[in-house]
């Protein structure tokens, strides 16, 4: 299974990327890691059957399966397909698992729903930045439940007369998506009705939303700040399919626009990536749209641009390392501003060992454009700045090594493959 930690080597692997190849055809775009996160937590809500298809395979989505066989459920995988079955639940979180993945705190919410209490180890640090959970908390407290936080554990117990409450996740950095989902999956058995208010609008959560409709939940005005949820007794079984992955999406749409001819991508919800679609052909690089496809090519006259990370729907956090790898080799000077994780810049270093000329100023990178980096041993950090150098290598002059390969296949489904599909010169080796 990818990303598995217990393969004794797996952690020498890395990626070997030699530029130069000129990138064309189609890549067909995974289910969102996303969004199969919470809605597989989602499942521990009833004791039916649940069965999720388009679930990617990921070293997070392994993570998830094996959290929720520890919490007492049977799980099933056969490729895409998840079934789940939590006839038994659990409340407390194995904390082996749990510190492996911060996502992992989206089963929290669930956890509480169903059971009525909830044990789950406070998530560790991560190298984007700061990971706080006291919006996750307080929107649970402001829901009625009592909090604690002892040993490194959080623990969150109903309380009688919990429910039907007003609550809001805004923070200083705007909405929690896994807040907002946490939330969501706590209130769906309360009785009363609940308003999250500042809730996060991203289409993952909207995703989550509708699968807990199918399970018989009484939701409305997910994908917008406020959700109304009424409380029902209990969730029945459902069967749902992720939505596309689209940031994974967008990653390819740059590989794409740095070393394409032209690159079609099949399969995607362009309606879910407007920001980042403007921001590209702003860019220079022309891109349509048909129906679930969308196509860049090659840009004649590309340039640098701005760039203001934002909750959805702005331009997205996750898409900042990539397209900082792409304004590295592009004329001007391009300025990104990360608002949502302020430390999201491990793959500046990195990319100015292979040349690019990027400064930072606090939250704000200016990029210089150069005309080529220059191919170099690299060492992945986070998924999405991996991502980044993988990319930076597809338009580098000569051998890009990318180190610690588990970070990328914790987020992106046969990676290696899809960019060999597309003409890419990209082998994954054992150190
Ligand atoms: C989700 O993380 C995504 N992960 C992240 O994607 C994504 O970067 C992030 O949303 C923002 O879009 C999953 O969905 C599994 P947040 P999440 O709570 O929910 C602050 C990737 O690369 N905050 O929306 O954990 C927080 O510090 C990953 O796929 C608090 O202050 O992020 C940040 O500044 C990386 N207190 C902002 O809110 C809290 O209690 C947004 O974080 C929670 C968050």
């Keep these: 299974m990818v990303g598995d930690p217990h393969f004794p080597d797996y952690f020498m692997h890395k990626l070997l990327v030699t530029g130069g190849s000129l990138l064309e055809g189609d890549v067909y775009v995974s289910g969102s890691k996303n969004s199969a996160l919470p809605i597989l ?27 929720l066989a520890s919490l007492g459920a049977h799980v099933e995988r056969a490729s895409g397909t998840v079934m789940v079955e939590a006839e038994d639940v659990k409340s407390e979180a194995p904390y082996d698992l749990v510190r492996r993945m911060r996502a992992s705190i989206c089963v929290m919410g669930p956890l509480l729903g169903r059971t009525g209490e909830a044990m789950v180890s406070l998530p560790g640090g991560c190298v984007i930045g700061d990971r706080p959970v006291d919006l996750h ?91 109304v949820i009424e409380g029902v007794r209990e969730l029945h079984g459902a069967e749902h399919t992720v939505i596309a992955d689209r940031i994974e ?106 040349g690019a000329q990027i400064t930072l100023e606090g939250a704000t990178a ?8 220059s191919g170099a041993p690299v060492m992945a950090s986070d998924l999405r700045a991996s991502a980044a150098l993988v990319l930076a290598g597809l338009g580098a002059e000569g051998e890009t090594e990318i180190n610690r390969l588990y970070h990328i296949d914790r987020g992106y489904e046969h990676i290696d493959d899809k960019l060999s599909r597309l003409g890419a010169n990209v082998r994954r080796v054992k150190a």
């Design 366 to 373: 200016v990029i210089k454009g150069v005309p080529q980096l």
């Design 249 to 354: 999406a967008g990653t390819f749409l740059i590989a794409g626009a740095i070393a394409g001819k032209r690159v079609t991508l099949r399969r995607c919800c362009p309606e879910h990536m407007t920001a980042f679609l403007k921001t590209l052909t702003d860019s220079g690089y022309p891109v349509t749209v048909e129906g679930d496809s969308i196509t860049v090519s090659r840009a004649d006259n590309p340039r640098g641009g701005e760039i203001r990370t934002e909750p959805y729907p702005g331009f997205p956090t996750d898409m900042q390392a990539q397209f900082t790898a792409l304004y590295a080799s592009v004329p001007g000077i391009s300025v990104i501003t990360e608002t949502i994780f302020p430390q999201r810049f491990m793959h500046v270093p990195e990319l100015n060992r292979m």
């Design 41 to 67: 937590a989602a499942t521990l809500l009833t004791r039916d059957q649940c069965v999720i298809h388009r679930v990617p395979d990921l070293s997070d989505t392994n993570y998830m399966t094996q959290i």
């Design 137 to 227: 908390l307080r929107g649970l407290e402001q829901l009625g439940a009592s909090v604690s936080v002892q040993g490194g554990n959080m623990h969150i117990k109903a309380v009688e007369g919990m429910g039907g409450r007003e609550v809001n996740m805004r923070g200083k950095h705007g909405s929690t998506v896994l807040g907002t989902d946490n939330l969501m999956m706590a209130a769906v058995l309360v009785p009363g009705t609940t308003v999250i208010e500042g809730a996060a609008m991203e289409p993952e959560v909207e995703d989550l939303a509708n699968f807990l409709i199918r399970m018989g939940a009484k939701i409305e005005g997910a994908g917008t700040r406020r959700i």
